[in-house]
């Protein structure tokens, strides 16, 4: 059973576009991490949010703690944005993060 | 610059056999984790530790140890490795407990056979 869920599962955009990708979940949390995967493996974290947004470069991501729905918004999108975003949630009650099965994000030339 | 480091990217070994995955950060951070990646189920927690010689048990530590001696090394042992145990591994490690942002390693893909 996954708490965190993703969509879309999959993405491809042209070069350019406006990308949103989006994690919802189901119980209350204290933080949300946004995290990007490359082929080949290595997580690299983008963002840890509790409340409001953040805005790193092209890359923005924000949260509502009430509607338990995060989203993740690329501008300008890049080839080198091709990539896996995971998100992960630490429920209020918890001990760890819990992880969705990410986005795969394609983004043509 | 932040770095976590793990002993191997690829390992095949078979089933049976007694496997070592080792993990290695050098930011002085109190926690470590040990996760496996598979297709459709996202990362999963096996073991993390919070301090030397300190651990817990994650959702799917079965068929898993783990030891972790000193502060910034943390082994995920496979006493007998299996099929099933065929995943990414992925070590992480963040300051203090509770939400932290975590660092990862590069992973290890590890095939039984």
């Known amino acids: 059973k996954n708490e965190v869920e993703q969509s879309p599962q999959n993405l491809t955009a042209q070069e350019g576009e406006f990308i949103t990708i989006n994690c919802s979940y189901s119980?209350?949390?204290?933080?949300l991490h946004w995290l990007q995967q490359h082929p080949g493996g290595g997580i690299v974290s983008l963002f840890m949010?509790?409340?409001g947004k953040k805005k790193h470069g092209r890359l923005i991501a924000t949260i509502n703690i009430q509607e338990k729905h995060s989203s993740l918004h690329i501008t300008a999108s890049h080839p080198r944005d091709s990539a896996v975003y995971i998100c992960?949630?630490?429920?209020?009650?918890?001990?760890?993060?819990?992880f969705g099965t990410g986005t795969s994000l394609t983004v043509i030339p | 610059d932040v770095k976590v480091t793990q002993s191997s990217r690829y390992l095949v070994k078979r089933t049976g056999e007694k496997v070592f995955l080792e993990c290695v950060q050098d930011m002085d951070h109190e926690n470590m984790f040990w996760y496996r990646q598979d297709p459709g189920l996202g990362l999963r927690l096996i073991y993390f530790?919070?301090?030397?010689?300190?651990?817990e048990k994650g959702d799917i530590p079965e068929g898993y140890s783990v030891s972790r001696e000193k502060k910034e090394r943390f082994s995920l042992i496979l006493e007998s490795a299996s099929t099933n145990q065929t995943s990414m591994y992925l070590c992480?490690?963040?300051?203090?407990?509770?939400?932290?942002?975590?660092?990862f390693g590069p992973g290890t893909r590890l095939t039984v056979t």
């Open positions: 119980v209350g949390i204290s933080a």
């Open positions: 949010l509790s409340s």
């Open positions: 992480a490690s963040s300051h203090h407990r509770g939400y932290n942002e975590q660092y």
């Open positions: 530790s919070y301090d030397v010689k300190m651990k």
């Open positions: 992960a949630v630490f429920p209020n009650t918890g001990n760890q993060f819990y």
